[in-house]
């Protein structure tokens, strides 16, 4: 199981390498703009992909942003699991802290309230 999890956290990783990038733009450029360049430019219409090329990079390309999309939900979900944490441990702090106050407030009325002066710190 460790090895699939080490497995899966280097995709994120590999999508967004320089490497995969130029594949993305390759893709879009070669889908996209060159066969409107081809339809405008004759000489280059033989050069133009197939059907069946379109369809297979096509596909390849809506899976690849699928899994973008997927793994960007997935990082906004732990970023906000995160953030729900340490919200959580912000109050939990918080409240500890106002319990210290009251319990050093109880202890210096008590030290005023004795014959022996308090020590200032």
Do not use: W
């Not at 497995?7 to 893709?27: A, E, V």
């Not at 699928?66 to 793994?71: D, V």
Request: aromatic content about 6%; proline content about 4%; glycine content about 6%.
């Amino acid at each position: 199981m460790k090895k699939i999890d080490a497995l899966l956290s280097k995709i994120p990783t590999l999508l967004s390498s320089k490497l995969s990038i130029f594949i993305y733009l390759f893709l879009f450029f070669y889908l996209v703009c060159f066969p409107i360049i081809g339809t405008l430019i004759p000489t280059l219409k033989g050069l133009i992909p197939t059907d069946t090329v379109q369809l297979i990079l096509g596909n390849y390309t809506n899976v690849l942003s699928a899994l973008g999309a997927s793994i960007a939900a997935g990082a906004g979900m732990v970023t906000h699991q995160g953030i729900k944490k340490l919200h959580n441990n912000h109050e939990n702090l918080r409240n500890d802290l106002a319990e210290l106050h009251k319990k050093l407030d109880a202890l210096e009325a008590a030290s005023k309230g004795s014959d022996e002066p308090a020590d200032d710190l």
